[in-house]
Antibody, heavy 121, light 107 residues
């Protein structure tokens, strides 16, 4: 059974850091690209970051570039999002999603249930 | 920057009816459009990619059409589990800026 399980969401003060994790099971992790997408309260989906097969290509939304870092550890079927210099407008549910293939420029196919990040003083 | 505009924001339908959702791109995205469904309290789910290709486990009552700048998602014989928010997404331009539309809530 395919599963993507996010963790690491928490309440953080502005300027602090959080590290999100996504553990995947049920398919060959190393063959696919992965994405982080978020949904802020009362708003729609916002793409955050993507990483291709083998991590050869990474991309970031302008709103997080320079603050967030996406990475993957294929041996542990895990995806990560290091979030630094957090801001209140980073408050959202963060979803991990498997891509349609190893290329990062294709849409998310399978999604997790999300983990909540709240940035507040 | 490509902007995806969905209409209507809210679509009221009764079970058994047909729902037609629209998505317009500010410039051509060819057929590089996907549709995602998000039920309350759940993660999203990919329904359609390449504008018209249905994901294998998605019921046949969901269909996508369009190319260029105009796209539609049609739900025939709406079922109770179809009441959700639907997002269109373009992936012609990478990396994206505003890849998702703002969503249409089917209620």
């Amino acid at each position: 059974q395919v599963q993507l399980v996010e963790s690491g969401g928490d309440v953080a003060q502005p300027g602090k850091s959080l590290r999100l994790s996504c553990v995947v099971s049920g398919f060959k992790f190393e063959s696919f690209a992965f994405h982080w997408v978020r949904r802020a309260p009362g708003r729609g989906l916002e793409w955050v970051s993507s990483i291709s097969y083998l991590g050869a290509s990474v991309s970031y939304a302008d709103s997080v570039r320079g603050r967030f870092t996406i990475s993957r550890e294929d041996s542990k079927s895990s995806l990560f999002l290091q979030m630094n210099s957090l801001r209140p407008d980073d408050t959202a549910i963060y979803y991990c999603a498997k891509g349609l293939s190893g290329a990062d420029n294709l849409p998310p196919h399978l999604w997790g249930q999300g983990t909540l990040v709240t940035v507040s003083s | 920057e490509v902007v995806m505009t969905q209409s209507p924001a809210i679509l009221s339908v009764s079970p058994g009816e047909r729902a037609t959702l629209s998505c317009r791109a500010s410039q051509t995205v060819h057929t590089n459009v996907a549709w995602h469904q998000q039920r309350p309290g759940q993660g999203p789910r990919l329904l359609i990619f390449s504008a018209t290709s249905r994901v294998s486990d998605v019921p046949a009552r969901f269909s996508g059409r369009g190319s260029g700048t105009e796209f539609t998602l049609t739900i025939d014989n709406v079922q109770p589990e179809d009441f959700a928010i639907y997002y269109c997404q373009e992936y012609q331009h990478w990396p994206p800026t505003r890849t998702f539309g703002q969503g249409t809530k089917v209620e």
